[in-house]
């Protein structure tokens, strides 16, 4: 397998159509995604609709242009959506 840097994926991920990037994107960050969700006590179907509810805020926020690269790394966004909604699913 290629290895494709995250400044890669987000270059293809402009193209709201990019099926491959997008999937490349969800394949490189769901697991770890479910992985956190795991480590704060989530069971694994729990894990599956935080690393889903993450990826689909993280589309929205990025079709919005709220994504700012600059301001930090991709899986730091990322992980602080995970952990928001984390909170809400606890919440529930």
Request: contains cysteine; aromatic residues 12%; hydrophobic residues 35%.
């Amino acid at each position: 397998m290629q290895w494709v840097t995250t400044s890669t994926i987000l270059k293809g991920l402009k193209d709201f159509g990019n099926d491959e990037a997008w999937g490349r994107f969800v394949g490189r960050f769901r697991e770890p995604i479910e992985a956190f969700g795991r480590g704060l006590g989530l069971g694994s179907s729990e894990a599956e609709d935080l690393a889903q509810a993450t990826l689909g805020e993280f589309a929205r926020v990025y079709r919005e242009n709220r994504y700012e690269r600059e301001k930090g790394r991709l899986s730091s966004y990322l992980f602080g959506i995970a952990h928001r909604q984390a909170m809400k699913l606890c919440r529930e």
